[in-house]
């Protein structure tokens, strides 16, 4: 093998593909809204007229059912690169389902909320709650429909791991990664701020 050859493969290796640097740059973006809200919540937490209260519950029992459906679809993930069929597809449903399941737990929480006296639009420590959780809860919405499409291609498509669906795997599992991985801060920092 000549120089030429063995530094395009070099090259080729440390480069990230243009939609995975999109999704990064995206998921910076995103990262730095929820900054700017977690840091507008101490500010107004300083200002005193603030309710102190307890996370529901469900809201934790939620975080358990994000991080499963992190699980499973890297579980899937890596049973579609190794040719398992079944395991992908049954792994990618049931991530749809925890993803479903995780909102479902949320909308729980906000009903739990309003139960322990913390309804929206009643003072701003609940109100940063709700505004948080629920923008995470669009986000989480945006990797439902990324699901959709995949178990779409799933089960509609040949199977076949081309490194284009691959990379389109590669792109859902990094968002969903994400979105899990940012709940697991938000709820960190609301349980220690409130």
């Known amino acids: 093998?000549?120089?030429?050859?063995?530094?395009?493969?070099?090259?080729?290796?440390?480069?990230?593909?243009?939609?995975?640097?999109a999704l990064l740059i995206a998921c910076a973006s995103i990262m730095m809204m929820f900054a700017a809200w977690?840091?507008?919540?101490?500010?107004?937490?300083?200002?005193?007229?603030?309710?102190?209260?307890?996370?529901?519950?469900?809201f934790f029992v939620s975080t358990a059912v994000i991080l499963l459906s992190s699980l499973s679809?890297?579980?899937?993930?890596?049973s579609f690169k190794r040719g398992n069929e079944q395991m992908y597809k049954l792994l990618l449903v049931t991530t749809f389902i925890l993803g479903i399941a995780f909102l479902v737990l949320q909308?729980?929480?906000?009903?739990?909320?309003?139960?322990?006296?913390?309804p929206l639009k009643t003072n701003p420590s609940g109100d940063f709650v709700y505004?948080?959780?629920?923008?995470?809860?669009?986000?989480?919405?945006?990797?439902?429909?990324?699901?959709?499409?995949a178990m779409l291609h799933a089960f509609?498509?040949?199977?076949?791991?081309t490194p284009a669906r691959k990379l389109r795997f590669e792109l859902t599992l990094t968002y969903w990664h994400f979105v899990d991985l940012l709940w697991v801060y938000l709820l960190l920092f609301l349980t220690l701020q409130g």
Request: proline share 4%.
């Open 107 to 118: 909308y729980m929480g906000w009903q739990a909320m309003i139960e322990i006296g913390v």
């Open 131 to 149: 505004m948080i959780s629920g923008a995470h809860a669009l986000h989480i919405l945006g990797g439902i429909a990324v699901l959709i499409v």
């Open 73 to 78: 679809l890297h579980s899937s993930y890596i």
């Open 38 to 58: 977690t840091s507008a919540y101490i500010v107004r937490q300083a200002a005193g007229n603030w309710l102190e209260f307890r996370m529901p519950d469900l």
């Open 156 to 161: 509609i498509l040949k199977f076949n791991p």
């Open 1 to 21: 093998m000549n120089a030429g050859a063995v530094t395009e493969i070099r090259n080729s290796r440390s480069k990230i593909h243009p939609k995975q640097f």
